[in-house]
């Protein structure tokens, strides 16, 4: 079974760190680009940030270029996203998904991470 | 970069076909054939229900289709049923973010 299971989350003050990991299991994860996709409390999805099979190539989206830094560890078919100068609107549920192609074809279930005083 | 807009919420009953539309530039759905859509229930994970604009997944009801014009992607149910009762997002490649996801919209079931 093809699975995802995100971890990492929880309470951090502004200005903080936090690393996620998302440990993939079910499919050959070293051939896999894999992504980042948030999720704020209530609202819709936002593409956060995306990697190449090998590590070699990361994307970002504006809103946390400079501050998150995608990696992986192919050895422990582990997706990482470590996330620093926490801000409070980073507060959300964090999913790591498997790409397909263009497009997100298994997620996990999510890790909350919220940022607050 | 803008979310792509798609309707706050749509409604039909159970057997009627809805159609959810998701608007974006030529820099991302007009731009490229990689259009993909999400139902999402509350509390729970996304799931992949098309891709590249109009193909299905293994396991997803042929009732669920995806179609392009222009600038604008839509996602039609037909046959619509309770349990398709949920929030759907649409997601395009493309534009200066590398994905851009719709600002989803709330599908009921009255």
């Known amino acids: 079974e093809v699975q995802l299971v995100e971890s990492g989350g929880g309470l951090v003050q502004p200005g903080g760190s936090l690393r996620l990991s998302c440990e993939a299991s079910g499919f050959s994860f070293g051939d896999s680009y894999m992504y980042w996709v948030r999720q704020a409390p209530g609202k819709g999805l936002l593409w956060v940030s995306r990697?190449?099979?090998?590590?070699?190539?990361?994307k970002y989206a504006d809103s946390v270029k400079g501050r998150f830094t995608i990696s992986r560890d192919n050895a422990k078919n582990t997706l990482f996203l470590q996330m620093n100068s926490l801000r409070v609107e980073d507060t959300a549920v964090y999913y790591c998904a498997k790409s397909g192609g263009y497009y997100m074809d298994v997620w996990g279930k999510g890790t909350t991470v919220t940022v607050s005083s | 970069q803008s979310a792509l807009t798609q309707p706050r919420s749509v409604s039909g009953s159970p057997g009627q076909a809805v159609t959810i539309s998701c608007t974006g530039t030529?820099?991302?759905?007009?731009?490229?054939?990689?259009v993909s859509w999400y139902q999402q229930y509350p509390g729970k994970a996304p799931k992949l229900m098309i891709y590249d604009v109009a193909k299905r997944p293994s396991g997803v009801p042929d009732r669920f289709s995806g179609s392009k014009s222009g600038n604008t992607a839509s996602l039609t149910i037909s046959g619509l049923q309770a349990e398709d009762e949920a929030d759907y997002y649409c997601c395009s490649y493309g534009g200066t973010q590398l994905y851009v996801f719709g600002t989803g919209t709330k599908v009921t079931v009255v």
């Open positions: 990697i190449d099979n090998d590590g070699s190539s990361t």
């Open positions: 030529n820099s991302d759905v007009g731009g490229y054939n990689y």
